[in-house]
Structure formats: structure tokens, C-alpha cells
């Protein structure tokens, strides 16, 4: 396979030598890895995965998710086999199978739960893990009541808006292969966590964990315990990325389009804004994505990317113009 030769400029720094950890791929070459990998996917259910706003089609899905999901499915039978192997070798007949964890990371409204939610169709498909689970890290934001106590509102989706602890707990019941484990829910409608509400999740093959700081990394406590960074569950991790203009506009563009449909509903937190003149509407998008989303791109989620295996690049259309993969 033909490694690019026209990295994007906003991925520069990651290569140019022999040294970079990743390999780059055009989207042609990145199909090419698809291989007889079949299309399992109709046009409809491909318009049923996606999200408001997001062109994702049948040709992105042969084009990108194809080769995406031969590759993540080769790491599921891999690791399957590696663990049944370890067991016979260490006679470790009472230990369950553990689930293969992998990471979706990347800015608010760059599209990670089409990418989550298309993945994890395909990955069904596979005879390696017919039951595949989603559980986004929004649910583990502490509700809004506490967030205005510690004055957080406009730190959503911070680092400190999270209860880590809680995500770490999950995680590793999770790992250790426990039945029926439960993360709470969050609602885009009420702008909070849904009290009393929970996602189970029992002993899929795989489960899919996407937010936006889920590579996040934290200083390590002076002279304290060491605790795991939420990436050490990760088997896979997987960035979105695109141009931060782009992701700007998609934000804006979103918000006036939920503004004509969800924000009619009298239950959505942002209910106020469907009845303001639209330029009003966009002054409040604009403020929302400059004050919260953009700064915290840049100091919390745009760092991370180098610690991905896999990122995946959109353009303005977000379709996605070039892959890195992560060298073994
Ligand atoms: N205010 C809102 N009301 C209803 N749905 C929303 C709202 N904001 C975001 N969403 C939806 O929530 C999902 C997650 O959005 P987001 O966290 O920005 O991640 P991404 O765009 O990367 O998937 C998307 O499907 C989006 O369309
Ligand atoms: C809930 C979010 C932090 C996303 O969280 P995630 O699912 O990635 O954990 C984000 O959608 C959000 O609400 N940001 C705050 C600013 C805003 O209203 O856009």
C-alpha cells in the first residue's frame, strides 16, 4: 500500500520523516484495504445512523468504514485469541472474557457519534463480535445542579466537568469482564444527566467509548496514588479530526438547525432560542462555541491526538479526505 504523499498541512508536524509514528493514507489507498470485505450496510440504515447535519453515504461507508472495520475486526480476533492462549497457558479457567474497548476522541460537533454509531453497526457483523455496545462519556458530566454550585456551567465538557473517578470505575468493571454494569445518561434535550436513568452494559465483544476527552491525560498527584488515565482501557483509540473553522461552522450551522426543530420542543434546555430573531440565535452559537467548545479543543481535546492509533480527517464537507494510521 502507497503511503500519501500530500499530507495536510494542519498534520505536518506528524511527519515528514522517517520517524513519524504514523503512515498516512489517501482515501483511495485506505479503501484498497477493504479487500472482500462486504457492504453489509443499506443506504437506509446509513441514514438512520447518522447525525443532523452529517453527509455520511454508502460510498463514505466503502470508502473509510469498510477498511476501518476489516482492521479494528483483525485487532477483536487477535486479542481473543491472545487472551484464550494466555488462559490455557496460565490454566485460568474460571477468568471471563474481557471486552475490546475502543476510544472515539475529538472536538464537540466533529462528528463522533456517526463515526461511533456506523462503526459499531459494521462491527456487529463481524463473527468475532456479534454484540457491540456504545456508551458516551456525557452521561459521566456531573449534572448541571452541581455545576452551577462549583460555578462550572461554562466549563462543559472540561476536564472538570467529568466525574473521572466514576468513568474510571466503569471502565475497569467493564475490563474485568463484570455482568450488567450501568453508566447514567445524559440528555442533549434537557442539557443534563438523566436522574435515575442508566445505560447496562453487559459483557459485549466490543464496546465503543466516544467523547470528546476520552485520550485526556492528567498530571499525576504529588507523592499521591497512581490512578489509570482513562486511555489504559483502551485497546483502540480513534481521533476525529478537521480544520477548526470547519468545525465552527458545523457547530453554528447545527445549532440554527436545531433551533428549527429540537429547540421548538418547550422541554429543551435551549427552547428560549427558537422564538429569537436568527441573527440573535447565531450571536448565542458564535459566544457558545468561542467560549466553551473552541477553547476547550485547544487546550484539552486538540492535544491529544497524538496519542491516537488512527485519525481520521475530514474536509469542509466532512467527508474524510486522509487517514493516519499508527505504525506497530
Ligand atoms: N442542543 C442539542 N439538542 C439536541 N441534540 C444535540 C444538541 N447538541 C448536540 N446534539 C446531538 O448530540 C450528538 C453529540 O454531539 P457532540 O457531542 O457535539 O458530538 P459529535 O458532533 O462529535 O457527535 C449529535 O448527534 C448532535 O446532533
Ligand atoms: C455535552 C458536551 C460537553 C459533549 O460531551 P461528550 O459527549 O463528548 O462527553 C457538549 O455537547 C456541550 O454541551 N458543550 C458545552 C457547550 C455547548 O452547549 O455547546
Known amino acids: 500500500m502507497d503511503q500519501m504523499n500530500n499530507a495536510p498541512a494542519a498534520l505536518d508536524h506528524f511527519r515528514g520523516d522517517d520517524f513519524s509514528p504514523y503512515r498516512f493514507f489517501t482515501t483511495e489507498n485506505w479503501a484498497g484495504f477493504r479487500a472482500d470485505t462486504p457492504m453489509t450496510l443499506t443506504e437506509d440504515e446509513v441514514r438512520r445512523l447518522r447525525s443532523l447535519n452529517d453527509p455520511v453515504d454508502l460510498d463514505e461507508v466503502r470508502r473509510i468504514y469498510l477498511s476501518l472495520s476489516r482492521l479494528l475486526s483483525a485487532h477483536v480476533e487477535s486479542s481473543q485469541m491472545l487472551f484464550e492462549q494466555r488462559k490455557r497457558f496460565l490454566n485460568l479457567s474460571d477468568v471471563s472474557k474481557t471486552p475490546f474497548i475502543i476510544g472515539i476522541a475529538g472536538s464537540v460537533a466533529v462528528g463522533k457519534s456517526t463515526t461511533a454509531r456506523v462503526l459499531a453497526e459494521l462491527l456487529k457483523r463481524w463473527p468475532a463480535s456479534p454484540k457491540v455496545d456504545l456508551v458516551t462519556t456525557d452521561g459521566f458530566l456531573y449534572p448541571n445542579e452541581v455545576l ?91 481521533y476525529i479530526d478537521a480544520d477548526e473553522a470547519d468545525i465552527h461552522t458545523w457547530y453554528v450551522d447545527r445549532f440554527m438547525r436545531l433551533r428549527d426543530t429540537a429547540f421548538r420542543n418547550p ?48 474536509g469542509p464537507d466532512h467527508l474524510i479526505e486522509q487517514v493516519a494510521l499508527r505504525k506497530l
Open 267 to 314: 422541554d429543551s434546555f435551549f427552547h428560549r432560542y427558537a422564538a429569537i430573531k436568527e441573527e440573535a440565535a447565531r450571536a448565542i452559537a458564535e459566544n457558545l462555541w468561542q467560549t466553551i467548545n473552541l477553547r476547550n479543543l485547544h487546550q484539552n481535546i486538540l492535544p491529544t491526538r497524538p496519542r491516537a492509533d488512527l485519525i481520521l480527517r475530514k
Open 148 to 238: 452551577r454550585r462549583e460555578n462550572l456551567m461554562d466549563r462543559k465538557g472540561f476536564p472538570e466537568s467529568y466525574d473521572v473517578g466514576t468513568v474510571l470505575r466503569f471502565l475497569s468493571d467493564i475490563k474485568a469482564g463484570r455482568p450488567n454494569v450501568s453508566a447514567p445518561c445524559y440528555s442533549h434535550m434537557t442539557y443534563d444527566v438523566l436522574p435515575g436513568e442508566f445505560q447496562v452494559v453487559d459483557r459485549p465483544d466490543i464496546l465503543i467509548f466516544e467523547g470528546i476527552n476520552v485520550l485526556q491525560v492528567r498530571d499525576l498527584p504529588e507523592g499521591g496514588k497512581i490512578v489509570p488515565f482513562v486511555s489504559d482501557f483502551f485497546d483502540f483509540s480513534i
